[in-house]
């Protein structure tokens, strides 16, 4: 079923529940159908509704994208790619540009997994989730929509119509960066997304740093994020930074990494973020 509305989505998921799975990219759902990890009895195509496939920008609201929206429209998009750098690298390496051309940032983050490229850099841009159901729309923060492995908030008569982030000044910064052992078609071993507000004087005003494959859902790192305000934008400060994200990362140890060599992973990753990202808030 290829419905045209949002509303007409709700209708559907409210007659079929559980029994319907929302199709976006297909990248995701069309392989665990096929390999019977989920089951359905209606798959409902959302890209024929021009909210969910559209996005905007403005200096206001900042940005609203919609959720079936491809990962490379981000990336080459000249404006919103320098504007999100966390959010261009994400989408930049999500599988090779096949995928990119289909896959969307709404599916990546529908499917709630902990390794997922985009959901560290939506919580480091503070990105809040448009859900629509019988009742309306509510807005989540993405740092809380992951709930568990393939897990989140949503109900089963409930859809993602948007992400929303908000506007990025000039003095803003950010970036993603993830450990895989080969370069292409592989899952994050860590992934973290690091952004900056920088204040007049040099200073650190804001920041904020999400850290993924490191526990069930993708993490904020709140304290290492809070310890950063008012400092310099330093090697050291970065790498305290680092060392305080570590404290919240209790990862799984399996064949492509131990739990104590990704949580090396995380200091050396945080570090690395958080200078692309203060660089690209000086430049
Ligand atoms: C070869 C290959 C390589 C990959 N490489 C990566 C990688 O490097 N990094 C990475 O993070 N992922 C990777 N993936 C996984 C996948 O491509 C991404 O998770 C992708 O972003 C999913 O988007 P999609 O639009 O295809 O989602 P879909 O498959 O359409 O949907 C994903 C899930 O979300 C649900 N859903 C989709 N849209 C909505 C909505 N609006 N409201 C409610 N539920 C919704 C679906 O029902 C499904 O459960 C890869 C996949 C493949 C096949």
Known sequence: MAPNSVSEVVSLLSEHGDRAKMLAGGTDIIVQLREGLREADVVIDIKKIEDITSFHYCEENGLSLGAAVACYHLYEHPQLSQLYGALADSTHIIGGW???SRASVGGNLCNASPAADSIPSLIALNAEAVIAGPEGQRTVAVQDFCTGPGRNVLENNELLVA???PAQGG???SAYERFIPRNEMDIAVV???SWIRLSDDGT?????ISLGAVAATP???EEASASLVGKEPTE??????GELAKKIATPISDMRGTDEYRTHLVGVLVKRTLTTAALRAQN
């Open 191 to 193: 992934g973290v997304g």
């Open 171 to 173: 003095e803003c910064g």
């Open 204 to 208: 650190i005003a804001e920041s904020r």
């Open 219 to 221: 993490l904020f790192a």
């Open 236 to 241: 050291e400060n970065f790498a305290a930074a």
């Open 163 to 165: 992400i929303q982030i």
């Open 98 to 100: 096949q995928i990119q």
